[in-house]
């Protein structure tokens, strides 16, 4: 399987990246606008925007960690093991 913890990123770096938003939080709290957080932790301003309205609609807990984001799997894990022997043998075995 291609990312089997969830969109490529390991759960340290989803760590990694909730510890930059909350300092973030802390910093718009302080009154930084867009641009200083966003040239302060190395993001777009977008990003930062969309923090600041996170925190503005539900505080601190709305930038803490959510686990991997995208929809959950529909295959049973019998289905599962067969799609992984497909993707292995390659795409010459699939015709």
């Known amino acids: 399987m291609r990312y089997p913890d969830g969109g490529g990123l390991t759960a340290d770096e ?8 909350l300092a973030a939080a802390d910093l718009i709290e302080a009154g930084a606008s867009d641009r200083e957080v966003a040239r302060r932790f ?13 925190l503005a609609s539900g505080g601190q807990q709305a930038l803490v960690l959510q686990g991997p984001g995208g929809a959950r799997c529909k295959l049973d894990a019998s289905q599962l ?3 992984e022997m497909v993707l292995d043998a390659g795409p010459v075995a699939a015709g």
């Open 14 to 21: 989803r760590v990694r990246r909730e510890r930059v938003r």
């Open 42 to 54: 190395r993001v777009t301003r977008m990003s930062a925007n969309r923090w600041r309205r996170a």
């Open 81 to 83: 093991r067969v799609l």
